[in-house]
């Protein structure tokens, strides 16, 4: 095949074919684009005003990397005037998190931004290793995503930060709006392509690269020569999400619009007012404030039942019954730290739950 | 055809060189002639030493004998058979590439040059990427 000029400038060697798009462009062209786009998504979506002070959720994988270096790229050239954190959560994994760890580490040199790690031990008193050493490799994902998410919130507390920028791709959301419609969570497909959601008392978070794909993620990283940590988790990943992945890519292989179509579906859906309301009002749990749809929001639950030795209280219902039937919760019980949600209790403080109309 | 040997240099990440050895970068040398059928036995890919004009048409060539220039698509069968050393389902499935890894031929995204039919030159610089795991 002889070598093709790039379609957009018709001066350099294409070096990439956009999935997106089918267009064949050079190196030079494809950064310009990629970060032009993003520039799109979070002006147009008017994600961030001058001033705000913005976390970058960093695993230290593809994805949050990217998202760090092209966060510092544009807030410098359309001066977005946003102060920059790094926010890494330690779920406490040997020979997984503690490594990627180091590169995120690394990323905070790199890139000179300020970086917070705070982790599920300091929080919760608790490992993954110990969670997994106690409940086994069946659930303990529900454990890490309760307890990250809870976790990002109050690490972004502590920074003052007003905004939680995540990696999550456009292949993250396509596969998140198939594995909801597989699940008949209808109400979620309605949520799950928003570009931005805020809790009562949770910090706002976005996904800056809703629209990008995962291959240009990579591409873009490759080119960049950016320096980022890639292995599973070695705990079960979720394999419900494994199938999804699988398929989509499977899709993707042979049209790679697929993607892209798949969000624009999602999006496309209009949830009945009856379905959104079937979610629970929006409380703060009784016992550490964080915002729950119960008087115990589901990291304490959790948290309670593996202090006091069921941790599947929180998973099935017979083991909850059990856990009740041993009484009420002992006064000596290790509990989470009241959070104190920044800025959020404001004036601005009856927004409704992941619903920005 | 001048050369004999193609002399390649490869290169796993993305999580992918956890398949290989967890070894990221390799030196591959391949015949510039292979069986049409991608079959490497280790007669394909005899050490330079004993190499000899007649490669192609040796009679540990496939029975049917037919040969091709050496591809992408033969050079995925030889990392499978030579370097891979666990789940080769995560790197091959049907003939190609599992769907997620990306290729990159002399740093150029595979799709703008063949994909599988990309006839290989000597010291080509092939990097395979995998896009599945965490972000």
């Known amino acids: 095949m002889p070598p093709r000029n790039c379609a957009l400038c018709a001066n350099a060697r294409a070096m990439?074919?956009?999935?997106?798009?089918g267009q064949q462009i050079c190196r030079g062209c494809f950064f310009y684009v990629f970060e032009t786009e993003v520039h799109n998504t979070i002006t147009e979506a008017k994600l961030f005003k001058?001033?705000?002070?913005?976390?970058?959720?960093?695993?230290?994988?593809?994805?949050?990397?990217?998202?760090?270096?092209?966060?510092?790229?544009?807030?410098?050239?359309?001066?977005?005037?946003?102060?920059?954190?790094?926010?890494?959560?330690?779920?406490?994994?040997?020979?997984?998190?503690?490594?990627s760890l180091e590169t995120v580490k690394r990323n905070q040199q790199q890139y000179d931004i300020p970086l917070k790690i705070l982790s599920y031990d300091e929080l919760y008193g608790w490992t993954m290793d110990a969670i997994v050493s106690q409940v086994g490799k069946k659930n303990n994902c529900t454990f890490c995503g309760v307890f990250r998410r809870q976790a990002l919130d109050r690490g972004a507390a502590t920074l003052g930060v007003d905004h939680i920028v995540t990696g999550h791709n456009a292949d993250d959301i396509?596969?998140?709006?198939l594995m909801n419609i597989m699940r008949g969570d209808i109400a979620r497909l309605g949520r799950c392509?928003?570009?931005?959601?805020?809790?009562?008392?949770?910090i706002k978070r976005s996904k800056p690269f809703k629209y990008a794909y995962e291959k240009e993620i990579v591409m873009y990283a490759y080119f960049k020569k950016l320096d980022y940590f890639s292995t599973e988790c070695i705990y079960s990943p979720d394999a419900y999400r494994g199938h999804a992945r699988?398929?989509?890519?499977?899709?993707?292989?042979?049209?790679?619009?697929?993607?892209?179509?798949?969000?624009?579906?999602?999006?496309?859906?209009?949830?009945?007012?009856?379905?959104?309301?079937?979610?629970?009002?929006?409380?703060?749990?009784?016992?550490?404030?964080?915002?729950?749809?119960?008087?115990l929001c589901k990291a304490c639950t959790l948290l309670e039942g593996l202090e006091r030795g069921m941790a599947n209280s929180a998973i099935t219902d017979r083991a909850r019954k059990k856990l009740d039937a041993e009484g009420p919760a002992p006064d000596n019980l290790r509990?989470?730290?009241f959070y104190r949600a920044p800025s959020a209790a404001g004036p601005n403080a009856s927004i409704a739950v992941e619903a920005p109309s | 055809m001048s050369t004999l040997l193609l002399s390649l240099k490869i290169e796993f990440s993305g999580g992918l060189e956890l398949l290989f050895s967890n070894q990221r970068s390799h030196r591959v040398q391949i015949p510039s002639i292979v069986p049409i059928d991608n079959s490497t036995s280790p007669s394909a890919a005899v050490p330079a030493s004993d190499i000899s004009m007649d490669?192609?048409?040796?009679?540990?060539?496939?029975?049917?004998?037919?040969t091709k220039a050496a591809d992408i698509t033969y050079l995925m069968y030889y990392l499978r058979d030579h370097l891979l050393k666990e789940r080769v389902e995560l790197f091959m499935e049907g003939g190609t590439v599992r769907p997620g890894i990306l290729v990159l031929i002399n740093d150029t995204d595979w799709e703008l040059e063949g994909e599988g039919e990309y006839i290989l030159k000597d010291r080509d610089e092939v990097v395979f990427i995998s896009t599945l795991h965490g972000g």
Not at chain 1, 174 to 177: F, L
Not at chain 1, 193 to 202: K, P, R, S, V
């Open chain 1, 50 to 99: 001058p001033g705000d002070k913005v976390a970058i959720g960093a695993s230290g994988g593809k994805d949050s990397t990217v998202l760090a270096h092209v966060m510092k790229t544009l807030n410098e050239r359309y001066q977005y005037g946003l102060d920059l954190f790094l926010l890494s959560i330690d779920e406490g994994i040997t020979g997984y998190r503690d490594d």
């Open chain 1, 16 to 21: 990439l074919k956009r999935p997106k798009t």
């Open chain 2, 55 to 66: 490669l192609p048409t040796s009679p540990q060539s496939t029975d049917t004998g037919k």
């Open chain 1, 174 to 177: 396509a596969e998140t709006v």
């Open chain 1, 193 to 202: 392509t928003l570009i931005c959601t805020q809790g009562e008392d949770t």
């Open chain 1, 246 to 295: 699988v398929f989509l890519k499977d899709l993707e292989a042979a049209r790679p619009s697929a993607i892209i179509d798949i969000i624009h579906s999602g999006e496309a859906f209009e949830v009945r007012e009856e379905v959104k309301a079937t979610q629970k009002v929006q409380q703060t749990c009784q016992r550490c404030g964080y915002m729950s749809s119960n008087e």
């Open chain 1, 335 to 337: 509990t989470i730290p």
